[in-house]
């Protein structure tokens, strides 16, 4: 089972794919950060975002997906323009007719660390210990989508033996 995990943003919208063995453990098969031009018009980035995932789900081929959650904090100009990227990453995954599953923010860090308020330190660290990585994936949008992968992963083996 491979599933790419999201995180979204405009300026940079991390990804992660990773594929659980049928023994339970995690892989990394690879991550990395989408970047748009800060100065191109909003409809090209979105677009640049959808192109370049496409590219991305057709060289992984991706069992399942999931995005994380917006959170909104005190910047609501930020916080919209993260809900244009998530809307533009939904719709593509749509498209690639793969499962979609979303978590929140405290959910992705109480399943990597077992504790819903880690802060990005412990998660980078529980990151790589899960998947066995010699050191914390960088940058730190990709190190998220990591995390959302694994969540979306431990989820679906709960939901696939009826204890969720």
């Avoid at 959808?50 to 005190?74: C, G, S, T, W």
């Avoid at 593509?92 to 399943?111: G, H």
């Avoid at 940058?139 to 083996?157: E, F, G, K, N």
């Amino acid at each position: 089972m491979i599933s790419l995990g999201i995180d979204p943003g405009t300026a940079s919208l991390g990804y992660g794919f990773v594929r659980e063995h049928e023994d339970g453990s995690l892989e990394e098969m690879d991550h990395g950060v989408i970047i748009t031009k800060p100065n191109a018009p909003m409809p090209q980035r979105l677009q640049h975002i959808h192109l370049e995932l496409l590219k991305l789900i057709d060289k992984f081929r991706p069992d399942r997906a999931a995005v994380e959650e917006l959170f909104f904090a005190r910047n609501v100009s930020t916080a919209l323009t993260v809900a244009q990227a998530r809307g533009v990453v939904l719709l593509t995954l749509n498209m690639a007719d793969l499962t979609i599953a979303e978590y929140k923010p405290n959910v992705i860090k109480r399943s990597v660390c077992s504790d819903g308020s880690a802060d990005k330190a412990q998660m980078k660290q529980m990151v790589s210990v899960w998947l066995g990585l010699d050191s914390v994936p960088r940058p730190d949008d990709a190190a998220d989508a990591l995390a959302v992968a694994i969540t979306d992963l431990h989820s679906y083996r709960l939901r696939d033996i009826g204890l969720a």
